[in-house]
């Protein structure tokens, strides 16, 4: 009897383990198998006006019971996986999935399996004249027209969406005037790459996302295929600081490495102000009385085209007539993550809820079900723009707010930081010895790839350094919250002949509060809230830069991305001032030569001075709410 009642225990103890080793689906296999489940896949040329065909994947609903919107994605990143067997794994929203929809996706011009040449950030012609006179507008009027003739469970109506590039190619899917794109939502839409998107921010080159980028996406594509080209590999350390600090001059990376086999690096390093090549590629002038509704969608920590989303926004409302549906979206995110995370988090900073989620039911879906479907309420607000600092979803019925209230911060003496003007001397500056041959870098992490999570990463190893100058407030007897686009107004004077200016809007947590994460120590912690670049040379003109007087204060004024932010009672505000921000940034000569032609012997080391006197009052002008 003993033996058996072992063995009856030895069998139920197998038994039990079998069954807590029984695998739970995740939510992306319960998201795979749906899309197997529920939709039939096929592959198409879709002619263009050229005689160009491009490659694109269409996803329809097995169920015929109705008739579907359209949601189109136009890609240069490949709609893959290729092969009519082969599904997608997931949608980036499966909850417009489940709701019901036809999901297109295609190969742009020239890119993987579609024919024709690839250009980078291809000019829209607002003027055509024949069938040879193409742009990715065109391209996305007669995408839609094959599919309104050719897709019989359509009902006609057509929603255009996409994320950074693809971003760029729904801006450009606004402009095409096909009466059947009804809704289009670029989000981090490429925009302008000179000004303030992945690869210049204010004239200023961002080497890192630019080399790597390009060392593989830049390669020629000379027949179509489903293949992409690798990128750049052999860096043989694990330290971006040290392998880009050793490549020296910009001309070093072509030399060395590109061997002028990526034709758009080569376009950069021709084009080094703000000419008519790069003109043409902002597509803002030509963002006026759109006739589909819109949906602009960024991240607030979008180290890529944070700057793209608000601009592209801006753009269509101040070109538009009142009555023009154009909405934006602005989440706690890093590029893309509204579509690829939950959104609670990012790095060392919790937003205690599932923004993405949020985003994804309660916004995206119902826009594109009111406007394709016709189901619904449009109650969705001008502007939905999560609140970092106090973490709340807040909206507006205009973006920047109404009651939101410019007030200049004042750098002070002592590194003081004050919304009273500066009463200090005539002759009140601090100085530092900027040294590109020692930049300062981004982060202090040692790492190769350029992370996400700089955008909001603790700068206490930046405030530590002689060549960081660092204002701050006292600690804040109430909550300040700024909302909008963020002024720099420095009085800036160097040594030499060109210089770069970083300003960084820092949020210092209390020393008091307890806790780590990440295994980091949280009292004290100065999260970064917005920081930017800025070329000195540009500082009168993009087009027409100019060299510093040496020694002689000018005045450097721009613009920084639009933020909002609760700075909580307890906290200090904070401003970092800086002039290199490396290998983030390619490193400022600082003399006035030209800088992607610049030879190692070049950069030299300078003294810089930020004044704050009565006369010369440096300072950041934040958009305050008033209550």
């Known amino acids: ?44 040329m879709i002619p263009m006006r050229d005689g160009a065909k491009l490659f694109t994947a269409i996803y329809t609903p097995k169920n015929t019971k109705e008739k579907y919107p359209v949601l189109l994605n136009r890609t240069p990143y490949s709609c893959a996986p290729y092969g009519e067997k082969n599904y997608k794994q997931a949608f980036a929203n499966m909850f417009l999935a489940r709701a019901g929809y036809i999901f297109v996706y295609q190969d742009v011009r020239g890119r993987y399996m579609s024919e024709g040449d690839f250009m980078d950030v291809r000019p829209f012609n607002p ?6 006179d193409i742009d990715e507008a065109s391209d996305t009027y007669d995408t839609a027209e094959w599919l309104v003739k050719n897709l019989s469970e359509s009902n006609g109506n057509i929603g255009v969406y996409g994320v950074s590039y693809p971003g760029f190619y729904s801006t450009m899917a606004s402009l095409s005037g096909h009466p059947a794109i009804k809704a289009v939502s670029p989000q981090a839409p490429v925009t302008d790459w000179f000004i303030g998107d992945d690869f210049h921010h204010n004239g200023a080159f961002f080497l890192m996302d630019a080399f790597s980028f390009y060392s593989g996406f830049g390669k020629a594509r000379p027949t179509p295929t489903t293949k992409g080209n690798p990128g ?22 072509n030399r060395r490495f590109l061997k002028d086999s990526v034709a758009f690096w080569n376009d950069l390093m021709q084009h080094p102000n703000y000419d008519d090549w790069w003109k043409a590629r902002n597509p803002r002038p030509h963002l006026r009385d759109l006739k589909p509704a819109m949906l602009t969608v960024g991240g607030l920590f979008d180290a890529e085209d944070c700057w793209g989303a608000w601009n592209t926004y801006k753009s269509i409302e101040n070109q538009s007539r009142a009555e023009a549906s154009n909405r934006i979206v602005m989440g706690p995110w890093a590029h893309g993550a ?5 959104g ?31 189901k619904g309420k449009m109650d969705i607000a001008e502007a939905n723009v999560f609140e970092t600092g106090s973490n709340r979803w807040t909206t507006y019925d205009a973006w920047p707010p109404k009651n939101a209230v410019p007030r200049k911060i004042f750098f002070r003496e002592k590194g003081g930081l004050s919304f009273d003007a500066p009463k200090d001397p005539l002759t009140a500056f601090d100085e530092y010895l900027s040294d590109p041959a020692k930049p300062v870098p981004y982060t202090e992490d040692v ?33 300040i919250t700024v909302a909008g686009a963020l002024q720099a107004e420095i009085w800036f004077s160097t040594s030499s002949t060109d210089a770069d200016i970083v300003v960084k809007l820092i949020d210092v947590l209390p020393d008091t509060l307890s806790g780590r994460t990440n295994g980091i120590p949280m009292g004290g912690y100065q999260m970064l809230v917005r920081g ?5 040379r540009y500082r009168n003109s993009f087009e027409k830069p100019e060299a510093f007087l040496p020694h002689a204060p000018s005045l450097v004024r721009y613009e920084l991305p639009d933020v909002a932010h ?4 307890g906290h200090r505000i904070m401003i970092q001032v800086q002039s290199s921000w490396f290998p983030l940034v390619d490193r400022n000569p600082q003399q006035f030569v030209n800088i992607y032609h610049a030879r190692d012997e070049d950069f030299i080391a300078a003294q810089h001075r930020v004044w704050h006197t009565p006369a010369l009052p440096s300072g950041v002008v934040l958009p305050v709410i008033k209550r």
């Open 1 to 44: 009897m003993r033996r058996f009642y072992l063995l009856l225990c030895a069998l139920l103890a197998f038994a039990a383990g079998v069954h807590a080793q029984k695998k739970v689906p995740s939510q992306f296999e319960l998201d795979s198998a749906f899309i197997r489940d529920n939709f039939n896949k096929r592959e198409v």
């Open 344 to 374: 609670d988090f990012l790095g060392n900073i919790n937003f205690g809820a599932p923004t993405a989620v949020h985003y994804q039911q309660n916004i995206e879906m119902p826009f594109f079900e009111f406007y394709l479907k016709g």
């Open 338 to 342: 509204w579509a690829r995370s939950k």
């Open 447 to 479: 790492h190769l790839r350029r992370t996400r999570e700089y955008m909001l990463d603790d700068q206490r190893f930046a405030a530590r350094r002689p060549d960081v100058l660092t204002y701050e407030t006292e600690v804040l007897s109430e909550d």
């Open 232 to 253: 750049f590999s052999e860096y043989k350390t694990p330290d971006n600081y040290d392998f880009y600090l050793r490549v020296g001059a910009l001309q070093n990376f």
């Open 566 to 569: 609760t700075f909580k009672k």
């Open 532 to 536: 930017e670049v800025f070329r000195g």
């Open 127 to 132: 003027d055509k004249k024949g069938k040879n």
